[in-house]
């Protein structure tokens, strides 16, 4: 039912939570403006936990997004 602007944020290597299920989240939203960013040899704990280069580009990429529609 998401019709609102829509980021999804994921690392490939995640063992906690399938990537495949927010793969399935971005197909199913609703929304026409809707993006998914998946990060290869990332894990769970994409802003905590990985390198600090990994972690800016997280960031870096989350606000990007943002400022597009802001």
């Given amino acids: 039912q ?20 927010s793969v399935e989240l971005h197909k199913r939203a609703r929304s026409t403006d809707k993006t998914l960013n998946l990060y290869p040899e990332m894990w769970h704990g994409l802003t ?3 390198s600090d280069e990994n972690i800016e580009r997280v960031f870096a ?3 990007a997004w943002l400022n597009l529609r802001s």
Wanted: glycine share 8%; hydrophobic share 40%.
């Fill in 48 to 50: 905590v936990g990985e």
């Fill in 2 to 21: 998401v019709t609102f602007p829509f980021l999804v944020v994921h690392g490939e290597e995640d063992t906690v939570t399938d990537p495949a299920c």
């Fill in 61 to 63: 990429d989350i606000v």
